[in-house]
């Protein structure tokens, strides 16, 4: 049969699936770093740059997001698969971008009420870019800034890493703005009373004549034990805050104790115990059935809680028929983004 023979309906269907290059049904939006656009900057004013970790906003970011926090090496497929199951399994997107964009503008209608402040976001391993940020900063005037990491205890593998990409991105850019760095807010009492209160939040789901029975367990990101033994102060701040937090809601030593989460990946020892293998532990030595979980060094509910605790953990919990109840994070909690807003108030005096 000759081509001019062939039947139309046989032309019209191709053997191979189209190749796809790109993929052409995601167009990503691209979130504002401006948090008050349009608001005049004047020699008094002051840039806020408040930075978080990042997450994807859809499935489709995830490698791109994994090779961020990987510094570039390559993710295997099995990692990306079970990293996105877990993406999935919490509604297919990382809560994190909304949950501090939400807090950055509670907390400057705060700072709005005592100065001359304009707030941007930055995110460390995902779009808006801290460098995105600082060059807006940049186009729009600002010349003195506060900088402030939604994380309240330091460690050379978070806070430190936010300033360098400021640092970074101020050099690439050839500008100036006077930053003044938060390093930590750890003993903070409005951040101690916050998470107190989520202690009472958790035991108050308990019947009150069960309360005296129930453990607290206060966790963190977990990080290799290398990095503390070369003298990161990220480990001793946790304690410091943990036990401010177990005094302030009254717990005896004995009601409470401390572990670690969500370990990385990598062959080295990361700090533990780990909440996984801790519950079990609490269980099997001390009887333990009755479990508030909260994680102190996060500020807002994403992947490592909703995931790592809310469906990990608890299942652990539940095989061991164990009760785990675990509260919201800070997120908007008012006392937490007044505690945020007087950290960055104060700050800006320095300046
Ligand atoms: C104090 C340090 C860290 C905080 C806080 C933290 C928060 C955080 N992490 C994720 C998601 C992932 N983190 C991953 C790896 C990873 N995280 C840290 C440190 C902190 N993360 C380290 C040192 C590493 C290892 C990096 C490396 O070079 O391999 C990963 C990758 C997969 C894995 O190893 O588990 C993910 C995903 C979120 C969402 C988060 C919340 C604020
Ligand atoms: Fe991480
Ligand atoms: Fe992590």
């Known amino acids: 049969m000759t081509k001019a023979e062939t039947p139309a309906t046989e032309t019209a269907v191709n053997p191979y699936p189209p190749v796809r290059i790109v993929n052409d049904s995601y167009a990503p939006s691209i979130p504002s770093t401006r ?3 349009g608001k005049a900057v004047t020699d008094g004013t002051i840039g806020v740059l408040f930075m978080a970790y990042g997450g994807p906003e859809t499935l489709e970011e995830m490698p791109g997001y994994l090779a961020d926090i990987r510094s570039g090496r390559p993710t295997y497929a099995e990692v990306l698969e079970e990293i996105s199951g877990n ?7 990382s809560p994190l971008p909304e949950f501090t964009r939400a ?4 907390t400057m209608a705060k700072l709005d009420e005592v100065g001359d402040y304009r707030a941007y976001i930055g995110m460390r391993h995902w779009s808006p870019w801290i460098e995105d940020a600082v060059r807006d900063m940049l186009d729009d005037g600002i010349r003195r800034a506060v900088a402030i990491v939604l994380a309240p205890q330091y460690s050379k593998l978070s806070v430190e890493k936010y300033q360098k990409k400021i640092k970074a991105a101020l050099e ?3 500008g100036q703005i006077e930053f003044a760095f938060v390093n930590q807010y750890h003993t903070e009492p409005g951040y101690i ?4 209160d989520r202690v009472r939040m958790g035991l108050a789901e308990f019947p009150e004549d069960q309360r005296g029975d129930v453990h607290v367990v206060l966790s963190a990101h977990s990080l290799p034990v290398r990095v503390i033994r070369e003298g990161d102060p990220y480990a001793d701040q946790l304690m410091e805050s943990a036990r401010l937090i177990a005094a302030q809601a009254g717990l005896s030593e004995e009601q409470w104790s ?6 990385g990946r990598s062959p ?12 079990p532990q609490l269980h099997a030595e001390r009887g333990i059935d009755k479990v508030v979980s909260i994680a102190i060094g996060f500020v807002s509910d994403h992947v490592e809680i909703l995931f790592d605790i809310d469906i990990e953990a608890q299942k652990v919990a539940q095989e061991l028929g164990m009760r785990l109840v675990r509260p919201p994070a800070l997120n908007t909690d008012p006392l937490f983004i007044g505690t945020v807003a007087s950290v960055v108030h104060n700050k800006a005096q320095e300046l």
Not at 258 to 263: A, D, K, L, N, T
Request: charge should be negative; glycine fraction near 8%; hydrophobic fraction near 40%.
């Open 87 to 93: 993406y999935e399994a919490i509604g297919g997107k």
């Open 172 to 174: 690439m850019f050839h």
């Open 258 to 263: 401390w572990c670690y989460q969500s370990e």
């Open 35 to 37: 948090i008050n656009p």
């Open 193 to 196: 009373t916050a998470m107190a």
């Open 268 to 279: 080295e020892p990361w700090l533990g115990p780990q909440l996984e293998d801790w519950l």
């Open 103 to 106: 807090q950055v503008e509670a």
